[in-house]
T-cell receptor
């Protein structure tokens, strides 16, 4: 049963455009994450957010920015997309202070940059 | 280079057979491990966690951890076609506590043939 929702499922855009992806979780978790899965299926963390505070920010290009309105929502904005941004973007959530917290993933948003 | 390496890259198993997957970390800070499974078109889903040396069994799945060698394995007994998926080993420093992101391995594609 899906509890982490992502929109849109797919997005095709041109180089230089701005895109925004949405993520919502209904699990009551207090921490949310964005991961990037590339064409080789490698999964890498991009950001994590806890109580509206960015707590992990890996070395991603500045054109990427996470945006959160509350602990149930974490969006991802990409200004001026580039071809290497083509990937599947996966949102996840977990409890921050719960021991051994499992992360729950959404179905992903597939971005294609032409 | 990936801090969490998996082998083999892909694996074919007959229905009812045993699948064995391996994972090794190159970072001694990673002491907590998860196995995630990702079916095509979906996000990863946690199968099981293992944080102590030795074996942990959950149904048809058995994980084994050797912290000294930073090696963890997953064995799938009585493999079913529905087990066909991409399997990830994931590691963290604190078992997910504190909102720490997971570091995912390179992945193993398992194909179970009827």
């Amino acid at each position: 049963e899906t509890a982490v929702f992502q929109t849109p499922n797919y997005h095709v855009t041109q180089v230089g455009n701005e895109v925004s992806f949405n993520c919502k979780q209904t699990l009551g978790h207090d921490t949310m994450y964005w991961y990037k899965q590339d064409s080789k299926k490698l999964l890498k963390i991009m950001f994590s957010y806890n109580n509206k505070q960015l707590i992990v920010n890996e070395t991603v290009p500045r054109r990427f920015s996470p945006q959160s309105s509350d602990k149930a929502h974490l969006n991802l904005r990409i200004k001026s997309v580039e071809p290497e941004d083509s990937a599947v973007y996966l949102c996840a959530s977990s409890y921050r202070d719960f021991n051994y917290a499992e992360q729950f993933f959404g179905p992903g948003t597939r971005l294609t940059v032409l | 280079q990936q801090k969490v390496q998996q082998s083999p890259e892909s694996l074919s198993v007959p229905e009812g057979g045993m699948a064995s997957l391996n994972c090794t970390s190159s970072d001694r800070n990673f002491q907590y491990f998860w196995w995630y499974r990702q079916h095509s078109g979906e996000g990863p889903k946690a199968l099981m966690s293992i944080f102590s040396d030795g074996d942990k069994k959950e149904g048809r799945f058995t994980a084994h951890l050797n912290k000294a060698s930073l090696h963890v394995s997953l064995h799938i007994r009585d493999s079913q076609p529905s087990d066909s998926a991409l399997y990830f080993c994931a590691a963290s420093e604190q078992g997910g506590q504190g909102g720490r992101a997971l570091i995912f391995g390179t992945g193993t594609t398992v194909s179970v043939s009827p």
